[in-house]
């Protein structure tokens, strides 16, 4: 499918288990981003990439890792999941050209 | 820092009624601006930017935005809103030519018939 996708949709998952959201977009957009929302907060940044091979921290970063071996590719791992990381979790993209990012779907993790 | 502020929660329209959603911005240089709205269970969908050039924007939907950079203001108008317009509203900025956007913490919006 074209655009930006995101999966799981949903995933429940308990303390300290390893956790991986796969997000992937078929426009080759240069970035890549990962939000979380949660209430009160709206969206906060975790990580970006600017390039395959090129990622940085956003606001939120930690408890999260993040890898870009491919350009269409963008996976958030939590390492060891925490309660206080159950939110909705979204990616997005966007070309070099302009500002404008596009987002995913979104997947809703809860951490049990 | 960059940072945006939405003093609305929560606004409640009859359908048919003008809208208004505020939007407030605090940064140095002239930003990128950004108004998304998220329906429920939805991602993010931009409804409009302002990047440079006229101040009054118009985007998706029938909406518009005004940018005033001495109220370093945004706010998002609709002059007649509709039961499908009811949604979640994020107001968001970003500096000239970087990628983080800062999101405001979103306006949700009621339409009541």
């Known amino acids: 499918d074209a655009g930006i996708t995101q999966s799981p949709r949903y995933k429940i998952t308990e303390t300290g288990r390893q956790v991986t959201l796969m997000c992937h977009q078929t426009w080759s957009h240069s970035y890549m981003f990962w939000y979380r929302q949660d209430l009160g907060h709206g969206l906060r940044l975790i990580y970006y990439s600017a390039a395959a091979d090129i990622t940085d921290k956003g606001e939120v970063p930690d408890g999260y890792v993040v890898s870009r071996s491919k350009t269409e590719n963008f996976p958030l791992t939590l390492e060891s999941a925490t309660r206080s990381q159950t939110s909705v979790y979204f990616c997005?993209?966007?070309?070099?050209?302009?500002?404008?990012?596009?987002f995913g779907p979104g997947t809703r993790l809860t951490v049990l | 820092a960059q940072s945006v502020t939405q003093p609305d929660i929560h606004i409640t329209v009859s359908e048919g009624a003008s809208l208004e959603l505020r939007c407030n911005y605090s940064?140095?240089?002239?930003?990128?601006l950004f108004w998304y709205v998220q329906s429920p269970g939805q991602g993010l969908q931009l409804l409009l930017k302002y990047f440079s050039g006229d101040t009054l924007v118009q985007g998706i939907k029938g909406f518009e935005a005004e940018f005033k950079r001495s109220q370093s203001s945004f706010n998002l108008r609709k002059p007649s809103v509709h039961w499908s317009d009811a949604a979640e509203y994020f107001c968001?900025?970003?500096?000239?030519?970087?990628?983080?956007?800062?999101f405001g913490t979103g306006t949700r919006l009621t339409i009541i018939p």
């Open positions: 940064y140095g240089a002239t930003p990128y």
């Open positions: 997005a993209s966007r070309g070099t050209s302009g500002s404008v990012q596009y």
């Open positions: 968001a900025v970003g500096p000239l030519g970087n990628e983080k956007l800062t």
